[in-house]
């Protein structure tokens, strides 16, 4: 950790001066890459969007963002980071379809730690190819959050899980080195950040997605068909949080494909399909988190709705522990 770092690591937790956090972080930017270029990892996440704008700005045509559709992103994601950061802000984004090769290379894979770092290590992969590609780049841009290194067990503290950016990344990365904008924020001031960019508030006030996606919260081995029932009930878990005006109260709400089945009944014949658990948390930090006291009559209306209309899915069950002892995701 140099100077500058330390600096800024001893800044954690105090209260943030946006302005002057962007403007010196833009020097900061400057300082690191020079005229050398940056291939940022998008992932459509608050985090990594921020980093996208912070890094435009700091070196504009020197970036690249790459979106990596994994196969484990959310209903019409990709569509959406596109038209943002393409459209609004005319950022150069190159994006790659790999759903099949980070599904054949996490095939047989059930440990949730492996899973991560399987699917980390893949994505650095990508991003070296593509830098090839597109000839020299000397930096790999990343939007890792103070939360992560924290619970990755970095800097002295105890591991929680190896976050695919922090301890989910292989040793022999193919760059110069990496660029964290906002590595020493919390998820509130990352948002703060955001809107004093000019992000669009649906895309500032996102709730978080993981690295890898619906991966870890798709438990046991990872499927197309696993993945498709999650993204369809998931969909209808927060569309249906959106339209009561409940997604106002949660930070984070998603759904989990628990890889458990069960015997139901649809159209009055017996049906053997997977467990879904619905999760809703509150929290500023990200690094405790309390459950939102959903309504019950909501809770057994979606999961009358999941477990009617998506096909391969029988089961609801809600997810009502806090962070500690639970983590915010299953995996």
């Known amino acids: 950790m140099n100077q500058s770092e330390k600096e800024r690591a001893a800044k954690v937790g105090k209260t943030l001066n946006v302005k002057a956090y962007i403007r010196s972080e833009i020097e900061a930017i400057r ?9 940022l990892a998008m992932s459509g996440g608050v985090d990594s969007s921020v980093c ?5 700005k700091a070196i504009g045509k020197n970036l690249t963002c790459v979106f990596v559709d994994h196969g484990c992103m959310r209903l019409n994601e990709a569509k959406e980071v596109k038209k943002v950061f393409k459209g609004k802000f005319g950022i150069n984004l190159i994006q790659i379809d790999a759903e099949k090769r980070f599904l054949d290379k996490a095939k047989g894979i059930t440990d949730p730690e492996l899973k991560r ?15 090839k590609k597109l000839g020299r780049i ?14 990755s067990g970095v800097g002295g503290h105890k591991a929680v899980k190896a976050h695919h950016n922090v ?13 964290e904008p906002v590595k020493y924020l919390y998820k509130d001031e990352v948002r703060k950040v955001g ?14 997605f993981p690295g890898p996606g619906l991966a870890v919260r798709c438990l046991g081995e990872l499927t197309k068909e696993k993945l498709d029932i999650l993204r369809q009930a998931d969909f209808i ?15 984070q709400f998603f759904a989990i494909n628990t890889n458990v089945k069960s015997v139901g009944v649809k159209n009055g014949a017996r049906t053997f399909g997977y467990v879904i658990a619905i999760r809703a948390i509150s929290t500023s930090q990200f690094v405790k988190a309390g459950v939102v006291p959903l309504p019950f009559a909501f809770v057994t ?3 009358e709705k999941i477990a009617t209309k998506v096909k391969g899915a029988n089961r609801v069950v809600w997810d009502i522990t806090p962070k500690p002892p639970a983590t915010i995701e299953w995996e």
């Open 31 to 39: 300082a690191q890459v020079g005229d050398k270029k940056v291939l």
């Open 52 to 56: 996208a704008v912070l890094l435009h």
């Open 117 to 131: 770092k399987c699917i980390g290590g893949e994505f650095i992969r990508v991003f070296e190819e593509e830098a």
């Open 138 to 151: 000397e930096f790999l841009g990343q939007g890792t959050i103070y939360p992560d290194i924290i619970e």
């Open 167 to 179: 301890g989910g990344l292989p040793k022999d990365i193919g760059f110069e080195g990496l660029v």
């Open 195 to 208: 809107k004093a960019l000019g992000i669009p508030d649906f895309m500032v006030q996102r709730q978080p």
């Open 237 to 251: 878990f927060r569309d249906e949080m959106h339209k009561a005006g409940l997604d106002k109260k949660a930070q």
């Open 301 to 303: 209306k979606v999961a």
